[in-house]
C-alpha cells in the first residue's frame, strides 16, 4: 500500500508563489494516478490537479488553469504541486491523493483515491 505525505504548506501573499510536494513510498507509485485537491472548513473536497502514471496528461480545475501546475518524478516517488499568482481564495488545506491507473472513476472525483495524506494548510492573505 501506497503512502503519502504533503509538505509545502504556508502562509503567502496575494500574488505570491508556493510549491507543495508530496512524497510517497511503496512499490505501486509508478504506476498509480496522483491527484491534488483542497478543501476548507464546512465545505467538501474539491479537485485540484491531476497527472496520469507517466505524467503524459494533466488535469485542471478552471479556477487554477494557467496559475498551477502539476509534475511528478517517479524515479523520486514524489508529485509536486506549483502555485503561481494565488490568491486568497486558494486557502484551503491541500491533500495529496492517489489511485491505481485502472480505476474507472474520472481523474475528478475524489471517491476514486484510495490513499490521501494528512493534508497541508495554504493561506493567501489579500
Same mark, same amino acid.
Given at each position: 500500500?501506497?503512502?503519502?505525505?504533503?509538505?509545502g504548506?504556508?502562509?503567502?501573499?496575494?500574488?505570491?508563489?508556493?510549491?507543495?510536494s508530496c512524497a *510517497? +513510498?511503496?512499490?505501486?507509485?509508478?504506476? !498509480?494516478f496522483m491527484g491534488w485537491f483542497r478543501q476548507t472548513p464546512g465545505k467538501e473536497r474539491d479537485f485540484? *490537479? +491531476?497527472?496520469?502514471?507517466?505524467?503524459? !496528461?494533466t488535469y485542471y480545475t478552471n479556477s487554477v488553469k494557467g496559475r498551477f501546475t502539476i509534475s511528478r518524478d517517479n524515479a523520486k516517488n514524489t508529485v509536486s504541486l506549483q502555485m503561481n499568482s494565488l490568491k486568497p481564495d486558494d486557502t484551503a488545506?491541500?491533500?495529496?491523493?492517489?489511485?491505481?491507473r485502472l480505476s474507472l472513476t474520472t481523474m475528478q472525483n475524489p471517491a476514486g483515491y484510495t490513499y490521501w495524506g494528512q493534508g497541508t494548510q495554504v493561506t493567501?492573505?489579500?
Open positions: 500500500q501506497v503512502q503519502v505525505v504533503e509538505s504548506g504556508r502562509s503567502v501573499q496575494a500574488g505570491g508563489s508556493l510549491r507543495l *510517497a +513510498s511503496g512499490r505501486t507509485f509508478s504506476s !498509480n485540484v *490537479a +491531476s497527472i496520469t502514471w507517466n505524467g503524459g !496528461n488545506v491541500y491533500y495529496c491523493a492517489g489511485k491505481s493567501v492573505s489579500s
